[in-house]
Nanobody
Framework: VQLVEFGGGLVQPGGSLRLSCVAS????????MNWVRQAPGKGLEWVAG????????DYTDSVKGRFTISRDNAKSTLYLQMNSLQVEDTAVYYC?????RGRGTQVTVSS
């Protein structure tokens, strides 16, 4: 299993970023996928999840209405569109297959 995230960066409050995660080594198109994050000094937090065909999605309350999870099974790629970013969204973001995560991508929201 390999999960490679990219798309993070430094953004001002209110800005947007789109994270991507390229997956390989397992049947991505049949797998439920998640985005999780870890803020400095805090534990791992689940952010969003998406079913295998992309119809069933769910979000933690703090990102509802701001983040959108999606997937392209033909490209084995998971996405997280993040809008109206807040300082509190600063974290390392990981895509996850169950307990397996990639190396993550840093998102920093700061003015």
């Amino acid at each position: 299993v390999q999960l490679v995230e990219f798309g993070g960066g430094l953004v001002q409050p209110g800005g947007s970023l789109r994270l991507s995660c390229v997956a390989s080594g397992f049947p991505f198109r049949y797998s439920h996928m998640n985005w999780v994050r870890q803020a400095p000094g805090k534990g791992l937090e689940w952010v969003a999840g998406i079913g295998a065909v992309g119809v069933s999605v769910d979000y933690t309350d703090s990102v509802k209405g701001r983040f959108t999870i999606s997937r392209d099974n033909a490209k084995s790629t998971l996405y997280l569109q993040m809008n109206s970013l807040q300082v509190e969204d600063t974290a390392v973001y990981y895509c996850a297959l169950g307990a397996i995560r990639g190396r993550g991508t840093q998102v920093t929201v700061s003015s």
